[in-house]
């Protein structure tokens, strides 16, 4: 097989590659994913790079570079196929590492945790008291003492040679691991929130239940698809493709334990215990489960309830006998992310009814009728994290994330008050929602012509400007909102109102009767509600019952890191959950198409 | 490394060794195990072999072959050196397969397997019906439904690939495996007696409770010594011992998996379900377990609990995702065995005292005393079957295995009625007990001299002879009873004898206390009771209170493959019971050196 040496800049890796794979695989396969929200489809064309040297040809015409752009090197990655050795730039866009929502409305749990550290000292045998090993600890421990097979063989050993003061590993009432109680090494867990875009993890000490450090990346499977539809497509149509989206996840989860590791300066070894909260297709696809039926009518997840397994059997570089926890699943594709959504905002603590929203790739909503919980996923695809708006892009540095209205003009944020290079997902409702109010732009979605524009400021009226024949609205120099972009939000908010009034209905409830309402989502606590709920994102219910919880499903999965309890309360929340199929609702279309609209003021 | 290549007659078994490695460790790599009941310490004499070309050097001084046997090239397997090719002989002595029992009282229990097949059929999702697939297997399955790992990643493939009309094999409410219930493979189970000196394995159909075959061997550690104790200084002073000792049990194990498996005609992977029954150091050692704490005062067990593992994990060769149990263990070297002969004896239905003595190279007591069970454990050593003893020989083809009184008169009864070889352990009680009935042997286990012989018949005269200044008792042609194997007996005899007065004593009971004597053990059923009273084996009860359970540690572990409620009477008879360290006693040295003497009649 011929191979060839190919290498990335700015980072300088280098690495050989097979002839003929794409340079998205091979930049994969070097550690650095680019995105391709069309799934590698030659389509969007977001996964450009630029070939410094080397020749190269295409899998299909690439109609998203003009003639100029190819002659300066420029390729879409996903479409450039490897036939001799290259060096390729990685444009910053890709390259840099983006700004993902850590935090979170803050940490409401006893410390719990299920896997846990306790230290103690047993008596050594003699010739009065010969008990078994196990027999000793159990007693010592009081508690009805299971023990995990591959510790077995060293349990002797390792007493001894601890000289009976140790440090025990407990998973409730299994011990999973001895250590001496002298050296006294931490014993820690790592919390993540396994987004369909973006990854997180916190890493806690399990003892005194303090965050120890924080990381997150971009999930390496975007390589393969930017929504989860696309990831499955993908497992579906390539022998290899389920293999290589479970290695693609497992490289970005290992990435970031290392990370964590690094930033707190302990071995991974030091990791006992994962939990984990994604959406149905990112849990199944992480544990190579089989999910072809999940890529088709009627939907089907393989799996429900949580799982508990070995993390290092799972393909997670952490201590050998730590244990990986699973969300439950609902159904379809309301996974593990929408209950540890539901666990954070304690969904089974209310007394009224409420409404979660979550707002990411997939948008998932769950409404607390008063009894049950209906849950749905809609396909709000990436336009809310900057993806397929014409001048979209991720909240990094240079994105417009905040537009206010001020001196009777629109004024832009920007993120490290860079040159303004794109806007994300806030800056799009913002600005979105003041065109509305000024009436530049129709409920409709449509941008005024400049002749129908009465009374309005004239600097506004100047940043109204024609694109290729369109209206476009400019916001910056090089950063256009275009009419196109107006109809991928509608299209992305049509489809969370839309399941949002549909569940309302269902459960014969009006928004009125919301005493909450949670927004969730790696980007919900910088949203300005005032403006989602102008363009209908969040249903018309009085300010003060909105909250922002953040990115709930991390939350969730801390939680239920340090508190076994959790466990009980996430298959609580399951057994009260209805999964409602929006697609299979006749009612759904009617309701979506009659969303397209932005509410009347 | 020199590597010389050394063929086995007659199996004519070649492979290559490395130079400096004895004849008995190439033996067992080319899996022909030569027994070495001395532990390989060249001074048993047993594993003589005859080396049919090529030249070796000693270890050691081979003091138990005669000029003319070297010559012959008979060598000692165990302390002779490969240096250059050879061709080695192994005597039919120990290539013959023994004649181990696998009978026994039968099976009492209700069909009630842990591990078991059920055959259903679920619903194929649709529309109005998008559960998961684990939500559709519990519900038609009516269980809290868990699910084996290993199995997650192929369920959804399997259950639309047999169109949802499967076998699920289930251990309790895990789910094991999928299978097609169109194809309806077998589910089946196998139970271990993992001896010292013999493995005994049967095999279940689960599903009828049916036996389907029945296999049995020599344990491929006899290599490394003939008892607990020789096989744990093994483990202890060779860096490599616990691994090799590991790898030999094994490789018994699977040996007989594979036996079994042909027998019946199925694949090795049908069998879902293993129990397993031994002594502490054969459990342990098989585990992998550090069990150097059990050569050395207290004899601390690693383990006391059961164990349910994987048995792929555990390294048997049956269908990956098969469960093993591993009988839990009272103390020191009171193990599972035990535990499994008290399970078949039903020591946890009784309610007047009762004792247990299960007679292996390992002699176990346990006795019932009406409130709690006292377990012991004696060193008998192996002259009950026949080793250690002058001419003594197991049970198998040549050995004189009943000796009666018949026209005044011994008369021997040859296995397979061939020309007498050796003796076996029944016919060494019966010989000792029937020659003390005459006088010829003292109540101290002295032959009288000839001269002190009165009033016996000629032809029991005749058969006293001298052998080398000693006296002996001539059974037949070469097959003597000498003064040392009767003192052999003694001290065999003595262990058990002085064990089982202890325990009546520590319980403030005597022999009529005891409602119940249950003899156990592989030759258990063809002992003579009032000759084993007459030595003084069996205490003196009335016969009628004897009973025979011959193999009890293998139907044990027949009731535990066929009854999951086995689980919780073996805890309940552990939680009843205390290990009695004899040794530890000072009483104990004193009722040894009484027991001696056999009893006055």
Redo the contacts between chains.
């Keep these: 097989m011929t191979e060839h040496r190919i290498t990335f800049q700015p980072s300088g890796r280098t690495l050989n590659v097979p002839a003929g794979v794409t340079i998205v695989e091979a930049a994969l396969r070097a550690g650095i994913p680019i995105e391709a929200p069309c799934g590698s489809g030659g389509t969007c064309g977001k996964c450009r790079v630029r070939v410094v040297s080397g020749q190269t040809s295409s899998v299909r015409s690439a109609c998203r570079l003009s003639e100029a752009e190819r002659a300066a090197g420029w390729r879409l990655a996903c479409a450039t196929i490897i036939e001799e050795p290259l060096v390729v730039e990685i444009p910053k866009s890709h390259a840099q590492s983006t700004q993902i929502l850590t935090s979170d409305t803050g940490l409401a749990t006893t410390l719990a945790p299920s896997v846990h550290a306790r230290d103690i000292v047993l008596p050594a ?3 009065e ?7 000793r600890l ?1 007693e010592t421990l009081k508690v009805s ?1 299971q ?1 995990e ?1 591959g510790l ?6 390792r007493l ?1 040679l601890f000289n009976w003061r140790i440090r025990a590993v407990m998973d409730r009432d299994c011990l999973l691991d001895v250590l001496s109680a002298d050296a006294a090494p931490p014993v820690l867990g790592a919390a993540f929130d396994l987004g369909t875009t973006t990854v997180v993890g916190t890493l806690f000490d399990l003892t005194t239940g303090q965050p120890r450090a924080v990381a997150s990346s971009l999930n390496n499977q975007i390589a393969h698809g930017d929504d989860v539809l696309a990831r499955i497509r993908h497992a579906r149509e390539n022998s290899e493709g389920a293999r290589q989206l479970q290695a693609a996840v497992l490289k970005t989860l290992n990435d970031i334990l290392r990370s964590l590791a690094e930033q707190a300066e302990v071995p991974a070894t030091a990791v006992y215990s994962v939990t984990l909260a994604g959406n149905t297709a990112m849990q199944q696809l992480l ?7 999940l890529g088709e ?9 949580a ?1 508990d ?2 993390a290092s ?1 799972a393909g997670l570089m952490v201590n050998p006998f730590a244990r990986l926890r699973v969300f439950p ?1 609902v ?2 594709f309301v996974g593990g992310d929408t209950v540890s959504c539901m666990l954070a905002a304690e969904f089974d603590q209310l007394k009224a009814p409420a409404l979660l929203i979550d707002i990411g790739t997939n948008g998932e909503i769950a409404l607390f009728t008063g009894k049950e919980i209906f849950c749905a996923s809609t396909a709000a695809g990436p336009a809310f994290e900057g993806a397929r708006i014409s001048c979209g892009m991720r909240a990094t540095s240079g994105a417009i994330d905040q537009i206010t209205w001020r001196d009777n003009d629109l004024a832009c944020h920007t993120i490290g008050n860079a040159t303004p290079a794109g806007l994300c997902g806030t800056a799009l409702i913002d600005a979105t929602a003041e065109l509305l109010r000024t009436g530049i732009l129709e409920d409709t979605g449509r941008f005024l012509d400049p002749e129908e524009i009465e009374n309005q400021p004239p600097a506004l009226r100047e940043r109204l400007v024609e694109d290729n024949g369109a209206p476009a609205f400019c916001l910056a120099d090089n950063v256009l909102l275009r009419q196109q972009d107006i109809r991928e939000l509608q299209l992305a908010t049509a489809a969370i109102r839309a399941g949002v009034e549909i569940l309302l209905k269902l459960a014969n409830l009006t928004p009125d009767d919301l005493r909450d309402v949670f927004l969730a989502g790696a980007f919900g606590n910088l949203i300005r509600p005032v403006n989602a709920q102008r363009i209908g994102l969040l249903p018309a219910v009085p300010l003060d019952r909105i909250r922002f919880i953040g990115n709930a499903s991390s939350l969730g999965a801390k939680i239920a890191l340090l508190n076994r309890h959790a466990q009980t309360r996430t298959a609580a929340l399951c057994r009260m959950s209805r ?1 409602i ?1 929006l697609g ?1 609702l006749p009612d759904f279309q009617d309701a979506f198409v009659g969303a397209i609209i932005f509410p009347a003021e």
């Design positions: 045998p003699s010739l008291d010969d008990r078994a090993d196990t027999a159990a003492l023990i097979p077995l063989p060293m349990l002797a050993t001894r544990l190579g489960l089989d999910s072809r039926a009518v009627p939907f089907v997840p393989v799996f429900d309830q799982l397994l070995s059997h699943q159904g379809g999964h199929d299979n």
